[in-house]
């Protein structure tokens, strides 16, 4: 959205490395470079919101239930502590 080009949403996310560790850098690395193209322009606030700062809390069921998947033992409501 930053550098004007519609997100092709059919074509989705394919991870080279699947494990969380690989998948949690990735994500990490993503988001920041997705928070600097937001703030470096101000006419992109909306999308740091929308994309960003609300995406965790649209999707937190998904990610706790795919974290639960790939680590059985990890404990969802620890997202709360």
Not at 6 to 24: I, V
Not at 51 to 70: E, K, N, P, T
Request: aromatic share 12%; glycine share 4%; with cysteine.
């Amino acid at each position: 959205a930053t550098r004007g080009v519609k997100h092709d949403w059919a074509n989705g996310y394919q991870p080279a490395d699947t494990s969380w560790p690989a998948l949690f850098d990735d994500m990490t690395t993503k988001r920041d470079a997705a928070v600097a193209a937001c703030l470096a322009d101000q006419a992109h606030f909306e999308a740091l919101s929308q994309y960003v700062l609300l995406h965790d809390a649209y999707h937190i069921g998904q990610i706790c239930l795919a974290r639960v998947q790939s680590n059985p033992g990890w404990d969802p409501f620890s997202i709360y502590s």
